[in-house]
DNA sequence: ATTCCGTTTGCATACGTATTCAAATCCGGC
DNA sequence: GCCGGATTTGAATACGTATGCAAACGGAAT
């Protein structure tokens, strides 16, 4: 149709190498497959020739006849949160490593990210890494089917067929509600992330749990849906009231920064001597000395070390079985909230929370 | 269970579509490329039975006939600098909506990242995007001969061969000489991002151009590298020697937001009072209240825009010639800095420097 | 020299699609 | 009912590589 446009040049091929080399396309393709059966003299001539001229060998027409892509994709939403560009740096390392690639799909919000499946798909990924996202039930069904390993990072899902790296949400609320109650907090409010994501409904539930046991019952909520202007006008609402609580849990660090900001600009408040506030995820601004938040951490590294463990295993063996991988963190005492008498401890440089008892 | 290894599903391909459909497999081919030959009878048989069968054309084979990937190399350091996730959204975002994917290479600073250079060509990626990082003068030259553009990011290049997108940062460092001097500063510094980036020359370029224009030949000078630790330190040497800076610009916002820290929670000096500080780039974290940085912005959009245009343009023409876009920001201004007397206008909720005579 | 076994080599084919070309079909006008 | 042009179709081929298989080779033991 259109005349003569878009000419990418050819390219060289393994026939034009194996022809200036005096040998076979195989022995060009053997000399570039580790571990094939070749002589290290016809070896020493292929790669002689290939580097004459210039031949690097094409990964797609190798990927059509080995049905191996060694493209992993990552789906990842909420970039403006400095914790989901820290897990790609780490999980574009990580996949480098094992000589896998990695095709980003960016801007799917916490619902389902169907609209980019079928391109996906079409790339013949071997493997999926839904960050802050998930599949409805029938695609991932579709992927366990197609035996495609598919990891949610930092979510979980009551389907089977998924895998899933997380940390112990609903311990680490709780634990950062027996903090507060020890601190000598009397009323506590909650700023929700996204209502419908896991990760957002363990770690309240553990806060709310939490209080309980000590005979708190009334908990203020406002609605962050991890999103900063969210999170800044949930808190106006929440510090705005007749009687405001003495202490915030924040679902995230990302939210937490935008919450002190509005306490103490807007309002006037002094953190922490007239409130406290507490996040979740140990990000990079939580320790700049202007907010030094004090938070529930997340291991990243060994969350994306987990979840490149889990995607390889499944690759090498086929055998697409949903495991789930729960790791811990580490309650990191900095200056948001006001201390407990006891139970900070000094481990390498950071201020830890770890009371004695076990409730 | 089957005894092989790693038996990823084969997929449903075109020619099963087509015995199903009862047509030839160019058919369904031809159902699936736009503006192809084709009945909407036969088109709407074969819909079907792909829809039955669950058939997704396979991209990896498409490209090896077409020689068109489809997939764009992007290489991108310095993700904890919110501005390069910023840029990676948005241009997932551009990308997707001209049906290009994103091949992702993380943690090649800013030196040449020829490492992952053999791994993006065996994609035969359509494109390639650097950002913050350069390539070696016969690897650019490699990509012109195989007629693959190559656009840098935020950063140019004497080398003729490679396309680039950036702001006027010499003109940018030249106005915030002339806002400080107009601010009644004496006494300046400057605290550089890498020092073989051809964005700090410039930027460092036109501050000592500006200052100099008024009399001003001294510079404090520290070395930040882009990087947040090297950025605290350089501030701390900075503000503890004998007669310290009234006025210190910082090569980016995320530098200028350590150096601030520094200088508040470190030296208890009084931001903007005793010390007035000027960023680059405008981004997230210089607009939280707590920081406020007056800075020039980069209109990131437009340079994302400006980025997959040339693109685009290069692949569709087939014509690679090497195309220099620069865009202009604004000095935003906030409460990190003195103000001049005059020249502050107010445009649309943005307090921007604009004076009336352009030196 | 001959035999035998292990290593190396080349031939042929397959992967899943797009596209050229000629054959087949359609459709209105006579 | 037939013709001519436009449209649609299918057979064949090409893209660049990996790999099974059989043939060729190499060297050591006889």
Not at 45 to 71: C, D, H, M, W
Not at 89 to 113: C, I, N, P, Q, W
Not at 230 to 256: C, K, Q, Y
């Given at each position: 149709?259109?005349?003569?446009?878009g000419?990418?040049?050819p390219g060289?091929t393994?026939?034009?190498?194996?022809e200036?080399a005096g040998?076979?396309?195989?022995?060009?393709?053997?000399?570039?497959?580790?571990?094939?059966?070749?002589?290290?003299k016809?070896?020493a001539?292929?790669?002689?020739s290939?580097?004459?001229?210039?031949?690097?060998?094409n990964?797609?027409?190798?990927?059509?006849?080995?049905?191996?892509?060694?493209?992993?994709?990552?789906?990842m939403?909420?970039?403006?949160?400095?914790?989901?560009?820290?897990?790609?740096?780490?999980?574009?390392?990580?996949?480098?490593?094992?000589?896998?690639?990695?095709?980003?799909?960016?801007g799917?919000?916490?619902?389902?990210s169907?609209p980019?499946?079928?391109?996906?798909m079409?790339?013949?990924v071997?493997?999926?890494?839904l960050?802050?996202?998930?599949?409805?039930?029938?695609?991932?069904?579709?992927?366990?089917t197609a035996?495609i390993?598919?990891?949610?990072f930092?979510?979980?899902t009551?389907?089977?067929?998924?895998?899933?790296?997380?940390?112990?949400?609903?311990?680490?609320?709780?634990?950062?509600?027996?903090?507060?109650?020890?601190?000598?907090?009397?009323?506590?409010?909650?700023?929700?992330?996204?209502?419908?994501?896991s990760?957002?409904?363990?770690?309240?539930?553990?806060?709310?749990?939490?209080?309980?046991?000590?005979?708190?019952?009334?908990?203020a909520l406002?609605k962050?849906?991890?999103?900063?202007?969210d999170?800044?006008?949930a808190?106006?609402?929440?510090l705005?009231?007749?009687?405001r609580?003495?202490?915030?849990?924040?679902a995230n660090?990302h939210?937490?920064?935008?919450?002190?900001?509005?306490a103490?600009?807007?309002?006037g408040i002094?953190v922490?001597?007239?409130?406290s506030?507490?996040?979740?995820?140990?990000?990079?601004?939580?320790?700049?000395?202007?907010?030094?938040?004090?938070?529930?951490?997340?291991?990243?590294?060994?969350?994306?070390?987990?979840?490149?463990?889990?995607?390889?295993?499944?690759?090498?063996?086929?055998?697409?079985?949903a495991?789930?991988?729960?790791?811990?963190?580490e309650?990191v005492?900095?200056?948001?909230?006001r201390?407990?008498r006891t139970?900070?401890?000094d481990?390498?440089?950071?201020?830890l929370?770890?009371?004695?008892?076990?409730?």
């Amino acid at each position: 149709m259109d005349g003569g446009v878009g000419a990418k040049k050819p390219g060289v091929t393994s026939s034009q190498v194996a022809e200036h080399a005096g040998v076979s396309q195989s022995a060009v393709s053997r000399t570039f497959t580790p571990g094939a059966s070749i002589s290290s003299k016809t070896r020493a001539k292929v790669l002689a020739s290939a580097k004459e001229l210039g031949y690097r060998p094409n990964a797609i027409a190798r990927s059509l006849i080995t049905n191996r892509s060694r493209i992993i994709a990552v789906v990842m939403a909420y970039l403006e949160n400095l914790f989901y560009p820290d897990v790609l740096e780490e999980l574009g390392r990580r996949l480098a490593a094992e000589d896998y690639h990695l095709l980003l799909f960016t801007g799917f919000m916490d619902r389902d990210s169907d609209p980019v499946f079928d391109q996906l798909m079409q790339y013949r990924v071997d493997g999926i890494i839904l960050a802050s996202t998930s599949l409805s039930s029938d695609l991932s069904e579709e992927c366990a089917t197609a035996g495609i390993p598919v990891v949610l990072f930092n979510r979980t899902t009551q389907r089977d067929a998924v895998s899933s790296v997380t940390t112990r949400n609903r311990d680490g609320g709780r634990k950062i509600a027996e903090f507060l109650v020890a601190g000598g907090h009397k009323s506590f409010g909650y700023i929700a992330g996204l209502e419908n994501s896991s990760t957002n409904r363990d770690r309240f539930l553990g806060f709310a749990e939490g209080l309980q046991a000590h005979g708190f019952t009334d908990i203020a909520l406002g609605k962050g849906n991890y999103s900063r202007p969210d999170a800044e006008a949930a808190a106006r609402d929440m510090l705005s009231g007749p009687d405001r609580p003495e202490a915030i849990f924040v679902a995230n660090d990302h939210m937490a920064v935008a919450v002190m900001d509005v306490a103490r600009h807007e309002f006037g408040i002094a953190v922490p001597e007239q409130l406290s506030i507490v996040g979740y995820d140990d990000v990079g601004p939580a320790r700049w000395t202007s907010y030094g938040i004090t938070t529930m951490s997340q291991p990243l590294k060994k969350m994306v070390e987990a979840t490149v463990d889990i995607l390889m295993d499944q690759i090498t063996s086929g055998d697409i079985e949903a495991e789930h991988r729960i790791l811990s963190g580490e309650l990191v005492v900095r200056t948001s909230a006001r201390l407990p008498r006891t139970g900070i401890v000094d481990i390498d440089g950071r201020k830890l929370y770890r009371p004695k008892d076990t409730a």
